[in-house]
Protein backbone atom coordinates (compact mmCIF):
# COMPACT_ATOMS: atom_id res chain seq x y z
CA UNK A 1 0.00 0.00 0.00
CA UNK A 2 2.81 2.36 0.86
CA UNK A 3 4.26 1.09 -2.73
CA UNK A 4 7.30 -0.13 -0.91
CA UNK A 5 7.25 -3.80 -1.61
CA UNK A 6 9.53 -5.56 -4.95
CA UNK A 7 6.75 -8.07 -5.01
CA UNK A 8 3.39 -9.47 -4.59
CA UNK A 9 3.21 -12.99 -3.83
CA UNK A 10 1.14 -14.77 -6.75
CA UNK A 11 1.38 -11.74 -9.53
CA UNK A 12 4.09 -12.18 -11.96
CA UNK A 13 4.45 -9.73 -15.06
CA UNK A 14 5.27 -10.99 -18.09
CA UNK A 15 5.57 -8.26 -20.39
CA UNK A 16 4.14 -4.27 -20.74
CA UNK A 17 0.53 -5.80 -21.36
CA UNK A 18 0.25 -9.03 -19.19
CA UNK A 19 -0.07 -10.26 -16.21
CA UNK A 20 -0.24 -13.08 -14.32
CA UNK A 21 -1.70 -13.89 -11.15
CA UNK A 22 -1.92 -17.72 -9.81
CA UNK A 23 -4.50 -18.63 -7.16
CA UNK A 24 -4.21 -21.22 -4.50
CA UNK A 25 -7.26 -22.94 -5.56
CA UNK A 26 -9.76 -22.50 -7.90
CA UNK A 27 -12.20 -19.29 -7.07
CA UNK A 28 -15.28 -18.72 -9.23
CA UNK A 29 -15.40 -15.18 -7.89
CA UNK A 30 -11.94 -14.18 -9.19
CA UNK A 31 -13.26 -12.76 -12.43
CA UNK A 32 -15.60 -10.72 -11.01
CA UNK A 33 -13.30 -9.46 -8.12
CA UNK A 34 -11.45 -8.12 -10.78
CA UNK A 35 -13.63 -5.14 -11.49
CA UNK A 36 -13.29 -3.67 -7.57
CA UNK A 37 -11.37 -1.08 -7.58
CA UNK A 38 -8.31 -2.26 -5.63
CA UNK A 39 -7.67 -4.80 -8.55
CA UNK A 40 -7.36 -1.93 -10.94
CA UNK A 41 -3.46 -2.26 -12.10
CA UNK A 42 -2.65 1.62 -13.19
CA UNK A 43 1.33 2.71 -13.68
CA UNK A 44 2.71 4.89 -11.19
CA UNK A 45 2.11 8.00 -13.42
CA UNK A 46 -1.59 7.59 -12.93
CA UNK A 47 -1.98 5.79 -10.11
CA UNK A 48 -3.12 9.52 -7.78
CA UNK A 49 -5.47 10.50 -10.97
CA UNK A 50 -7.71 7.05 -11.52
CA UNK A 51 -10.12 8.28 -10.03
CA UNK A 52 -10.57 11.66 -11.88
CA UNK A 53 -9.09 10.32 -15.39
CA UNK A 54 -9.35 6.85 -15.05
CA UNK A 55 -7.63 4.16 -17.48
CA UNK A 56 -8.57 0.87 -18.82
CA UNK A 57 -9.02 -1.48 -21.66
CA UNK A 58 -12.97 -2.30 -21.46
CA UNK A 59 -15.65 -1.88 -23.54
CA UNK A 60 -16.08 2.02 -22.34
CA UNK A 61 -14.74 4.53 -21.40
CA UNK A 62 -15.29 7.91 -19.19
CA UNK A 63 -17.06 10.69 -21.34
CA UNK A 64 -18.39 12.54 -18.19
CA UNK A 65 -18.46 12.44 -14.97
CA UNK A 66 -20.21 15.15 -12.34
CA UNK A 67 -19.67 14.40 -8.86
CA UNK A 68 -22.83 13.24 -7.03
CA UNK A 69 -24.85 13.57 -10.34
CA UNK A 70 -23.54 11.45 -13.21
CA UNK A 71 -20.95 8.93 -14.94
CA UNK A 72 -21.72 8.58 -18.64
CA UNK A 73 -19.46 6.05 -20.24
CA UNK A 74 -19.14 5.52 -23.93
CA UNK A 75 -17.80 2.43 -26.22
CA UNK A 76 -14.14 2.22 -26.54
CA UNK A 77 -13.57 1.97 -30.26
CA UNK A 78 -10.33 -0.02 -29.41
CA UNK A 79 -11.53 -2.71 -27.34
CA UNK A 80 -9.53 -5.74 -27.72
CA UNK A 81 -12.69 -7.74 -28.07
CA UNK A 82 -14.02 -6.05 -31.23
CA UNK A 83 -17.09 -4.01 -31.79
CA UNK A 84 -19.41 -3.29 -28.42
CA UNK A 85 -23.15 -3.08 -29.87
CA UNK A 86 -23.92 -0.93 -26.95
CA UNK A 87 -22.92 3.12 -27.61
CA UNK A 88 -23.07 4.40 -23.98
CA UNK A 89 -24.00 3.79 -20.40
CA UNK A 90 -25.48 6.32 -17.99
CA UNK A 91 -25.32 6.10 -14.25
CA UNK A 92 -26.99 8.92 -12.66
CA UNK A 93 -26.18 8.88 -9.28
CA UNK A 94 -28.18 10.18 -5.69
CA UNK A 95 -31.14 10.81 -7.68
CA UNK A 96 -33.31 9.32 -5.50
CA UNK A 97 -35.33 5.60 -4.66
CA UNK A 98 -33.98 3.69 -7.42
CA UNK A 99 -37.09 1.58 -8.60
CA UNK A 100 -38.99 5.04 -8.83
CA UNK A 101 -36.71 6.03 -11.82
CA UNK A 102 -37.64 2.88 -12.86
CA UNK A 103 -40.80 2.76 -13.18
CA UNK A 104 -40.57 6.15 -14.28
CA UNK A 105 -38.86 5.57 -17.23
CA UNK A 106 -35.37 7.11 -16.59
CA UNK A 107 -33.30 3.78 -15.67
CA UNK A 108 -33.34 0.03 -17.53
CA UNK A 109 -32.55 -1.89 -15.01
CA UNK A 110 -32.70 -2.11 -10.92
CA UNK A 111 -32.69 -4.88 -8.09
CA UNK A 112 -35.78 -5.44 -5.64
CA UNK A 113 -35.67 -6.32 -2.15
CA UNK A 114 -37.76 -9.37 -1.01
CA UNK A 115 -40.54 -7.40 0.36
CA UNK A 116 -41.66 -6.52 -3.03
CA UNK A 117 -41.69 -10.06 -4.83
CA UNK A 118 -45.71 -10.04 -4.25
CA UNK A 119 -45.66 -7.12 -6.53
CA UNK A 120 -43.75 -8.57 -9.22
CA UNK A 121 -45.92 -11.97 -8.69
CA UNK A 122 -49.48 -9.40 -9.10
CA UNK A 123 -50.34 -9.64 -13.23
CA UNK A 124 -52.05 -6.31 -12.05
CA UNK A 125 -48.71 -4.71 -10.84
CA UNK A 126 -46.01 -2.70 -13.30
CA UNK A 127 -43.18 -5.03 -12.10
CA UNK A 128 -45.23 -8.01 -13.13
CA UNK A 129 -42.98 -9.91 -15.86
CA UNK A 130 -40.46 -7.83 -15.64
CA UNK A 131 -38.96 -9.44 -12.66
CA UNK A 132 -35.79 -12.34 -12.94
CA UNK A 133 -33.73 -13.85 -10.13
CA UNK A 134 -30.17 -13.84 -10.35
CA UNK A 135 -27.36 -15.69 -8.10
CA UNK A 136 -25.26 -13.25 -6.86
CA UNK A 137 -21.31 -14.67 -6.60
CA UNK A 138 -20.95 -13.87 -3.44
CA UNK A 139 -23.07 -13.69 0.27
CA UNK A 140 -22.76 -9.66 1.33
CA UNK A 141 -25.61 -10.34 4.21
CA UNK A 142 -27.33 -13.20 6.19
CA UNK A 143 -30.29 -11.73 8.40
CA UNK A 144 -31.60 -14.09 10.97
CA UNK A 145 -34.52 -13.40 13.06
CA UNK A 146 -33.61 -13.86 16.60
CA UNK A 147 -37.19 -13.95 18.09
CA UNK A 148 -38.08 -16.99 15.96
CA UNK A 149 -36.93 -20.73 16.08
CA UNK A 150 -34.33 -22.15 15.41
CA UNK A 151 -32.70 -18.62 16.09
CA UNK A 152 -34.46 -17.91 19.11
CA UNK A 153 -32.29 -20.61 20.54
CA UNK A 154 -28.79 -19.15 21.86
CA UNK A 155 -26.86 -22.22 21.36
CA UNK A 156 -27.83 -22.21 17.80
CA UNK A 157 -26.55 -18.67 17.34
CA UNK A 158 -23.83 -19.90 18.55
CA UNK A 159 -22.61 -22.89 16.59
Not at 121 to 132: A, C, I, K, S, T
Amino acid sequence: MDGDAEEISGVKIIDEYTLEVTLDAPKVYFLYKLAYPTSWIVDQDTVDEVDENPVGTGPFKMAKHVENEIIILVRNENYHLGFVPLEYVVYLLYQGPSLRLYEGGLIDLDTIDEDLLGRAEDPNDPLYGNVQPVTSLCTTLIRLDASMPPFDDVLVREA
